[in-house]
DNA sequence: TCTGGGGTCCTAGGACCC
DNA sequence: TCTGGGGTCCTAGGACCC
């Protein structure tokens, strides 16, 4: 048995089951028990309830092929709106429970549920059973608990029984169950792990725990890093990963990337597509309260290599229209006309909120400009009839993009 | 008609300095 | 002519997550 250090804790991690797909039904009574698929607008299934999962859609097929293997699934958009306001109801409920509670993402949480049993009069187990029921009752939607020491083994139980499953892992328990878990299922560990551990043997979360410590040094011929490591910690019952209270308002970067519907090598569509790429990302910034010190652009062809450059800005900014020329610049240097191109994007890094810190005279006389954009800004941003469409960039005819906030020449 | 979109973190390797 | 150690900072790219 592996040696605990620490006081056992008791983490539940809950994982609502086809979320997106279960707010729709949930929603709409009409779709219970029907075999919905999310993501229509994206062109691949993004969620996929499990009377779909029954039939044998995968998730990221394309819509394409599912319409043609399984013509009797619904197909819908997602609400993202709705979503998220589920997502919220579901954590106020868990609030009922503990503060100590951890939005991991949408559809994701994890619960110290250390020292309830005595005010909730009932066993872990029983707990979990009370949540799920609740939160079933309440919003209609099916989740599966996990129940163990730490968060990858709580992780690990809450996978385990799906859907609605309940699952609980104790200290005891932890060598039968990783025994019966391929190494893949574990939290951290991908294909590119698992492929290159499965040539020395190890196949299961047992063996992948049990490597010994020796492992993990620079000599070792097996290579492997420190996120290795903690995984393998976790998997011995120790608690590596902190439960995180907070709610993530920090981001180190901020990205925005759309594929066309049908490839293309005309350099004004990419130039607009990457264009309402970078204005959508610095909206986002704005909206979050950052400013941008450096970007990648980057084009996607239709074999699927990247080109990408980066963008190191003298000053931060916020608007993207006062850098225009530069943009531009770098688009030249990537487009090849020749290729032809399936997707742009752009990723936002360097990013810092506005401070009290000392603004230079260099910047103070940028100020002025950028106290006229913001309000042009403000306009365009107010009158959701106002539509350029693509004028601004292509002059010469008309082309259908869904651009349609322009950056304008200044 | 193959393969979306938005993130995070880690590591190797190069540049540069002492 | 051949030889070091550091240390730091940066970038590209890989791997993983939802």
């Known amino acids: 048995m592996f040696q605990i250090h620490s006081w056992p804790k008791a983490i539940m991690h809950l994982d609502a089951d086809a979320f997106f797909a279960s707010v729709m039904q949930a929603v709409n009574p009409k779709l219970k028990g029907q075999p919905v698929i999310i993501g229509a607008e994206r062109g691949i299934a993004t969620a996929i309830s499990y009377e779909a999962k029954k039939l044998g859609v995968k998730r990221g097929m394309p819509m394409w092929e599912i319409k043609k293997i399984y013509p009797k699934v619904i197909i819908l958009p997602g609400d993202?709106?709705?979503?998220?306001?589920?997502?919220?109801?579901?954590?106020?409920?868990?609030?009922?429970?503990?503060?100590?509670?951890?939005?991991?993402?949408?559809?994701?949480?994890?619960?110290?549920?250390?020292?309830?049993?005595?005010?909730?009069?009932?066993?872990?187990?029983?707990?979990?059973?009370?949540?799920?029921?609740?939160?079933?009752?309440?919003?209609?939607?099916?989740?599966?608990?996990?129940?163990?020491?730490?968060?990858?083994?709580?992780?690990l139980a809450s996978s385990f029984c799906k859907p609605q499953g309940l699952t609980v892992i104790s200290g005891k328990e932890i060598e039968t169950f990783l025994e019966k878990i391929p190494l893949l299922k574990v939290w951290g560990i991908g294909p590119s792990t698992a492929a290159y551990l499965k040539k020395f043997g190890v196949k299961n979360a047992l063996q992948f725990a049990k490597l010994p410590e020796g492992i993990f040094t620079?000599?070792?011929?097996?290579?492997?890093?420190?996120?290795?490591?903690?995984?393998?910690?976790?998997?011995?019952?120790?608690?590596?990963?902190?439960?995180?209270?907070?709610?993530?308002?920090?981001?180190?970067?901020?990205?925005?990337?759309?594929?066309?519907?049908?490839?293309?090598?005309?350099?004004?569509?990419?130039?607009?597509?990457?264009?309402?790429?970078?204005?959508?990302?610095?909206?986002?910034?704005?909206?979050?309260?950052?400013?941008?010190?450096?970007m990648s652009l980057f084009l996607k062809t239709k074999q699927f290599s990247y080109s990408s450059i980066e963008i190191t800005l003298e000053q931060k900014q916020q608007y993207p229209m006062l850098i225009r020329k530069k943009l531009k610049q770098a688009f030249s240097k990537l487009f090849q006309p020749q290729l032809p191109y399936r997707a742009t994007g752009i990723v936002l890094t360097k990013l810092s909120r506005q401070t009290q810190e000392q603004i230079s005279l260099f910047e103070q006389l940028d100020k002025q400009l950028t106290e006229k954009t913001r309000a042009l800004y403000q306009i365009l941003q107010t009158q959701p009839k106002l539509d350029f469409g693509t004028s601004l960039y292509l002059p010469q005819k008309p082309i259908k993009t869904r651009l349609n906030l322009p950056i304008l020449e200044i």
């Open 80 to 155: 993202y709106d709705l979503f998220s306001l589920f997502s919220q109801k579901l954590f106020t409920i868990l609030r009922e429970y503990s503060p100590e509670v951890e939005e991991y993402s949408v559809d994701e949480g994890f619960i110290n549920i250390e020292g309830l049993r005595r005010p909730f009069h009932c066993s872990y187990s029983q707990l979990g059973k009370k949540i799920q029921n609740q939160i079933y009752q309440e919003l209609g939607l099916p989740v599966s608990i996990g129940i163990s020491i730490n968060k990858s083994l709580a992780k």
């Open 218 to 294: 620079k000599q070792s011929r097996i290579k492997l890093n420190k996120p290795h490591w903690e995984i393998r910690q976790e998997l011995r019952g120790q608690s590596i990963y902190q439960l995180c209270f907070e709610t993530k308002n920090h981001y180190q970067s901020i990205s925005k990337t759309h594929t066309f519907f049908s490839s293309t090598k005309n350099p004004n569509i990419v130039w607009a597509e990457l264009l309402n790429n970078v204005e959508s990302a610095f909206k986002k910034a704005r909206k979050l309260g950052y400013s941008v010190k450096k």
